[in-house]
């Protein structure tokens, strides 16, 4: 099939790529036809977010989204910063990247399925349920388009009797909008060379929970961050806590995946922080009503990759445009996509060839207000690896003395690089989860309405097979079946010895594995599309 | 010969269903909806008969709010003809889905009418039974193999203890059960066909039908959270428990 532009993915970024091409393609009275694909089973099923979002591009992209019905229905009040010990909270003054003055505190995915809508009625085609499986590249090298995965294939590979082929989606321009460490993007940094000269990129991992509170310890637009406690000082993590509309409260959790104990569980981390004093108040008599997870492109700045190739181009963050001390991406996601539907709507005027590299769209990104936002913040994360006090102290000379505009740029390390071999740390004594305010992993994946397809090729890939037990095992104690929050990765005993039990099934498409495994071993395909989480106002 | 399939706009079957905290039914809000997989079922048979040549035209129906469109383009993405939706913002009951199926059929003539047996949301398996009393058709109920041929439909039905068919006089009345068929995978290019097929909206007005609610729903509520298991020692307590604790035997 033939498209105009094809983008791969429906997140902020895809769909305000798609809008803003469409926007300018009526002005001009062009034909300009725009896909967007989108692996889950529709608009906003995979989206998790925490979210306060600036209105920032969201303004510039639709300015009346107000009588549109947007759903930002909670404007951001009251902000706190806490640092926690184990007993105790300490209120410390709010950084300034962290005010939210005329921010919103929003559920993402559903802002998605509302931008979803409007790009519908301008006439962009949207096909949830299914996934981009392979980048299609002309004879030149450029990029062709994408391959949608195959349907109804079974477990050992056979064409099942419903067995439905992949189509091919062909492009003058594909944007890959895969969201963080995209599995095309991923075959992209490589084959153009794309990370060359660029700061590997960090993440982190976000676990989120949906709760309804008792309506008397409802603070409607009350946010909330904190930092210290359960962490150590070595290991970067923090909270939120927001409260939306009717009731609801978004609580979430991040662990930098630059974590070096490989006894630490993200997962069980975010679990007993719920039950700390200052937070367990908020969340006693309520009720929790969804869980999921997702990695987060940390790097900022310095890790942002080249972003055109021929035929192509990447945007949000699959690329990686998240502003660290700022908690926030959405807003600089949708600039990206807007940015580079400007760029490649004046290159593809006139009915120019497929193929070609729109450079411009990197260009036009160096000008805009994103850019500059990213270059003042681009020391704070990296300062943490010298440990949280040290960090702060860092992140406020950085922030109220250099303004951001420190001669020096502080680098990243790469995240799977981090573990020590578990000999040389301490196992963590996680508290039993107590079924009111804390929870296992597998009664909590039930709540992300996550499924695939049982007879299918496993999507969590394994580049060696003997190099779980051998190395992961062996020598790091198996993080993955601490790190995943979906209990996907399982060491089981059989008859004297270990092996590794992948229940893709449960997968909850967060990419952690893909990025902490220790060789980078696993390597994260798409699975039939449709499958994964069917989140609800995450 | 044409065929009327019925299709339910329903919660999503990975989706918790979770009630409403005040008990009014169950939270719908930003939950993903699909078509009702038995409905699934009854579309895949309805297009497998038409395949076969056994139909000339397939038509989809479905009742409900706007949305209902999208569950009828799926319909029609799987291979229907045409869609009709009979637009309503009641949360409408099966005996005025029946009556208004039977009052479409009236119009549409067809030979055979194709139901899901129930819908995952409220398992009320009544609507295709409501519907064959109404015209006055045979029906075939829990169909687990269907078979056409010379204005006759053969219907294998799942019953308590094993299969019962049964030979129906066409029209007929068909709701499908689970074992009927494995429904196909929707493709890309037939997505982009479908939204070109036409879709007609009535109104329960024009079809003179009355669909103001007759039950009412008292309460939602979740069931009780399952107590732990223990472990007994050995098979005489055990006995004993069932004996004088669960009083089962």
């Known amino acids: ?538 | 010969m044409k065929i009327l399939v019925a299709v339910k706009r329903a919660i999503d079957y990975n989706v918790k269903a979770r009630p409403k905290s005040d008990g009014t039914g169950v939270d719908l809000a930003n939950v993903k909806m699909s078509m009702n997989p038995f409905d699934e079922i009854a579309v895949e048979e309805a297009l497998r008969i038409q395949e076969a040549g056994g139909a000339t035209e397939t038509i989809a129906i479905s009742i409900g709010p706007k949305q209902c469109q999208e569950t009828l383009r799926t319909a029609m993405a799987m291979g229907v003809d045409r869609g009709i939706l009979v637009e309503t913002e009641v949360e409408t009951q099966p005996l005025a889905v029946a009556k208004l199926i039977a009052a479409v059929v009236k119009q549409e003539q067809p030979e055979l009418v194709i139901l899901g047996k129930q819908a995952i949301d409220d398992d009320s398996n009544q609507t295709g039974q409501m519907l064959a009393a109404l015209l006055g058709w045979p029906q075939g109920t829990f169909a687990a193999k269907v078979t056409v041929a010379d204005g006759r439909a053969k219907v294998a039905r799942e019953i308590d203890g094993g299969i019962q068919t049964v030979d129906l006089r066409m029209p007929a009345v068909v709701t499908a059960d689970l074992r009927l068929n494995e429904p196909r995978y929707v493709k890309l290019p037939n997505i982009m066909k479908a939204k070109k097929k036409p879709l007609d909206t009535l109104t329960p007005e024009q079809l003179g039908v009355d669909v103001t609610p007759r039950l009412t729903l008292v309460k939602v509520a979740e069931p009780p959270a399952r107590k732990g298991g223990v472990k007994v020692p050995d098979v005489a307590t055990l006995v004993d428990k069932l004996r004088n604790e669960a009083k089962v035997i």
């Open chain 1, 1 to 538: 099939m033939e498209f105009d532009v094809v983008i791969v993915g429906g997140g902020p970024s895809g769909l305000s790529a798609a809008i803003r091409l469409r926007q300018l393609a009526i002005e001009a009275g062009e034909d300009l036809t725009v896909c967007v694909l989108e692996k889950g089973s529709e608009i906003g099923a995979h989206i998790l977010s925490g979210a306060v979002i600036e209105p920032r591009s969201l303004n510039e992209l639709i300015p009346d989204w107000k009588d549109k019905g947007a759903p930002l229905n909670t404007p951001a009040g009251e902000d706190r910063f806490l640092f926690l010990t184990e007993t105790k909270a300490y209120q410390l003054p709010t950084p300034p990247q962290m005010n939210n003055h005329g921010n919103y505190i929003v559920s993402l995915g559903n802002v998605c399925r509302w931008l979803a809508e409007q790009a519908q009625a301008l006439e962009v085609e949207i096909y949830p349920g299914f996934a981009a499986a392979e980048v299609l590249y002309h004879e030149d090298g450029s990029v062709k388009g994408v391959a949608t995965g195959d349907m109804g294939r079974t477990a050992d590979g056979e064409e099942g009797p419903n067995f439905a082929p992949g189509m091919e989606l062909h492009a003058r321009q594909t944007l890959f909008a895969e969201g963080v460490r995209g599995s095309l993007t991923k075959t992209l940094f490589q084959r153009f060379n794309l990370r060359d000269g660029v700061d590997p990129q960090v993440f982190g991992l976000g676990i989120k929970e949906l709760w309804e509170v008792e309506p008397s310890r409802h603070r409607r637009g009350s946010i909330t961050h904190t930092t210290g406690w359960p962490m150590d000082m070595k290991t970067y993590g923090g909270s939120w806590l927001y409260h939306l509309e009717d009731n609801l409260v978004s609580v979430g959790f991040v662990v930098g995946l630059d974590y070096q104990n490989p006894y630490l569980s993200p997962f069980e981390e975010m679990q007993r922080f719920k039950t700390h004093p200052e937070i367990r108040k908020v969340f006693e008599g309520g009720r929790r009503l969804a869980y999921g997870a997702r990695a987060i492109s940390a790097g900022g700045y310095q890790s942002i990759p080249k972003l055109t190739f021929p035929g192509g181009l990447l945007i949000g963050d699959c690329a990686g445009f998240l502003n660290v001390p700022k908690i926030k991406g959405t807003h600089t996601a949708m600039k990206s996509g807007m940015t580079a539907a400007e760029a490649v709507f004046a290159a593809l005027k006139g009915g120019a060839p497929a193929g070609q590299e729109v450079r411009g769209y990197a260009e036009k990104l160096r000008q805009t207000w994103l850019w500059d936002e990213l270059y003042r913040v681009r020391n704070i994360k990296p300062s943490f690896h010298w440990g949280l006090p040290a960090a702060m102290a860092y992140s406020a000379l950085d922030t109220y003395v250099f303004r951001g505009k420190a001669p020096w740029t502080l680098r990243h390390r790469p995240d799977h690089e981090q573990l020590k071999p578990a000999a040389e740390c301490t196992p963590i004594d996680y508290p039993k989860p107590d079924g009111k305010l804390s929870f296992d992993r597998l009664s909590s994946v039930f709540l992300s309405n996550t499924n695939h397809e049982e007879d299918q090729p496993c999507h969590l890939t394994l580049k060696d097979a003997n190099t779980p037990v051998a190395l992961n095992l062996g020598r790091y104690a198996g993080p993955e079946q601490r790190y995943c929050p979906a209990g996907v990765y399982e060491f089981v005993q059989e008859g004297g010895s270990s092996r590794l039990q992948i229940n893709a099934q449960n997968c909850v498409h967060c990419k952690t594995c893909d990025i902490k495994d220790p060789s980078q071993n696993i390597n994260w395909v798409t699975p039939e599309g449709g499958g994964g989480p069917n989140y609800p106002n995450m």
